[in-house]
């Protein structure tokens, strides 16, 4: 009985149900003088129309199927591997295969020839001479899942009938467990694909949604991200505070052999020069006061993807040396550790300020900057590409609809026309704020969208702000009241309505009639 111990073995190894099945039986008909192999699982009716039992089913509702076989013809070497043929189901409690799942008993028989009345074909019986007969119930704690049953061409002896109530136990458990396993796949891939579809959704509400726009100055931009992206190189996205440096880091990340490794972010602003070390490369349990466990650092992190540095001219020049080495050797160690790590990592850096010069001014390592800057991206202010802001602003408009539960609309010319003429200091995060904050005080009304008012004067790049002339206080409300009698004045004297001052500049009637008044401007006759 050499094979049956080592099937007893292979079975608990076995994860998928239908391996399983063909284990049991294969193993079970190559035994000495065995005819016929067979196992029947429970399961719901499924052929009862054209079922050859159908008219002895109690009650259509569960039967034994056929699920696996093994066996051939004594006289003529045919194969008995087919799941067809009347015994494809039986109904529970019908013949000796259904009596056994009803009663959860086994039924034996050693002499077919002196008890012929437990088969249901005694002609294929006489004519394949088959003798014993072993029947055993598919217990799985206290449940039945099927039948095991074995034809012999020899009377069943004491010896063969112990193994197979002991195979029958293992093989209840085994498929039990297969089953489970078999389960504990199909959730996996389930959850797989859902992780990948979650990751795409984030994907496209990530910061500013996607890149919405369809203006030169933004197709210039992706241009360079379609031709950087597939490169190793490194990149330095460069623009003012709002313009969506974060997501064209994200794109550049989406158009490389590196996106499906991850995209891991790190705000320098926001390092405490003391843990600069332990952010970046990680520490090891006990390197410093607080270090209880081992911990992961942004480069480990992002192995195989892109570390994005955002705000990098943050960096203190004490610590910007360890990332050039990190950067140029391709390796690191944690800190409290000896042994050194690959960085495995593509660098995306971003800042809205003059990276050039802060290294004049001594600020920011020269031979960073150089390596940092290997392809720099200047990504252009809201105000030099007014062809984007209705998009954007259409799109802001739905996905807050959407976050806050309220109807979606639409914008009007009037509202077009008051985006496109306002000069966006805060580029499209502002215009992301001013559309929610709409969207939030009109929830049961006409869309109301509240600009503040446009400053003196903006420049065209984040460097110049810094050599502009400056409006003394004075200057600045004389240069307020000017705007607003030419706005009257263009307007006739009308405050609200289409065509008044209100509308031209923006603003509400009341908000425009409290400022005239503050200022002891009038309405010209």
Known sequence: MQPLRRLLLDMAQERSVDALLGLIVDRLAAVADAALARIWLLEPGDICRVCPMADVCPDHAACLHLVASAGRSHQQGKDWSGLGGRFRRFPLGVHKVGLIASRAEAIEVPDLQADATWLADPDWARRERIRGFAGQPLLHRGRVLGVLGVFLRTRLDGEMLVWLRMIADHAAAAIANARAFEEI????ARFELENVYLRDEVKAAYAFGDVVGASPALGAVLEQVDLVGPTEANVLIL???????????????????????PMIKVNCASVP?????????????????GAVRDRVGRFELAGGGTLF??????????????????????????????????????????TNRDLKAEVDAGRFRPDLYYRLGVFPIVVPPLRDRPEDVPLLAAHFLRQSGRRLGVPERRLGERDVVKLTTYPWPGNVRELQNVIERAVITSRSGTLQIDLPAPPARVPSRPEASARRDLLTQAEFQELERANLREALRRAGGK???????????????????????????ERPD
């Open 239 to 261: 623009g003012e505070s709002g313009v969506g440096k974060e997501l064209i880091a994200r794109a550049v990340h989406d158009r490389s052999r590196r996106r499906d490794g």
């Open 185 to 188: 796949e199909r959730l996996r």
């Open 309 to 350: 540095l955002d705000e990098v001219a943050e960096i203190p020049m004490d610590q910007q040396g360890k990332l050039l080495r990190v950067i140029q050797e391709r390796t690191f160690e944690r800190v409290g550790e000896d042994r050194s790590r690959a960085a495995d990592v593509r660098v995306v850096a971003a």
């Open 495 to 521: 405050i609200s309505g289409a065509g008044g001052a209100a509308a031209l500049l923006g603003v509400k009637p009341t908000t425009l009639t409290s400022r005239l008044k503050a200022m002891g401007i």
């Open 273 to 289: 020069r003391d843990l600069f070390e332990s952010e970046f490369f990680g520490h090891a349990k006990g390197a410093f006061t």
